[in-house]
């Protein structure tokens, strides 16, 4: 039963962890962005950048298909200029989870970003300290509890992510099947065993991810 769990576990904690990247850097300069700059259509930007939380994973799915499939507007041109094809890889699994694990690093970047006090920045500049060392040494350490509480609730998401990654990469054994679509498998297949054992790993995880992410969004005194 472990061999049969160590495959799916080792390809999900690879997807997981490479859409975590992504989302954690993409998340990060958005919600930057957004806290820090006003301008015409942000809170519609936000709304979009928000979507994949609340949107059907089958709809998110299907807009990932027109986006990355080989007639997409970014996938035909992968394929025609380099050979990629991201339909059907774990690569495709990736880029799923990594939009769907997105706008939990983005509202939790935005909301520590806006958290910081501007007073501290501002007396930073008046030091004559640079934007980025203001960034790096001001900004950045207040507001970094609560980016890396969002990075674990978007590890914990890319980990459990089924409807979006179904359409884009598939249930192939061994190449695109990961906990979520193995735990499926299982059930489809009337094993109960395994799905109970690749259950509870799954759930061992995200309980211990939650309970560390929930104590670094608490206050401190």
């Given at each position: 039963m472990l061999g049969q769990a160590a495959v799916p576990l080792v390809l999900t904690l690879k997807v997981a962890g490479f859409a975590t990247l992504f989302a954690l850097l993409l998340g990060a300069g958005a919600g930057f962005a957004l806290a820090r700059r006003a301008f015409w259509g942000r809170d519609v930007l936000d709304a979009v950048f928000t979507l994949p939380m609340v949107m059907p994973p089958t709809v998110l799915g299907y807009y990932?298909?027109?986006?990355?499939?080989?007639?997409?507007w970014i996938g035909e041109w992968l394929w025609e200029s380099f050979g990629i094809a991201l339909m059907f890889t774990w690569q495709g699994a990736v880029f799923a989870s990594a939009i769907v694990a997105f706008?939990?690093?983005?509202?939790?970047?935005?909301?520590?970003f806006e958290g910081v006090d501007a007073q501290l920045e501002n007396a930073a500049r008046t030091l004559g300290a640079s934007e980025p060392r203001v960034f790096f040494r001001i900004t950045l350490p207040l507001a970094w509890r609560g980016i890396l509480a969002g990075t674990m609730l978007a590890f914990a998401r890319a980990m459990g992510e089924f409807g979006a990654t179904l359409m884009v990469a598939g249930n192939i054994p061994g190449r695109t099947q990961t906990l979520s679509l193995a735990v499926y498998d299982a059930v489809q297949a009337g094993q109960d065993d395994l799905a109970n054992f690749l259950v509870i790993v799954t759930s061992v995880v995200c309980v211990l991810i939650l309970v560390a992410s929930g104590k670094l969004l608490r206050p401190r005194h």
């Open positions: 990932l298909i027109v986006v990355i499939g080989r007639r997409g706008p939990l690093v983005f509202k939790s970047a935005r909301a520590a």
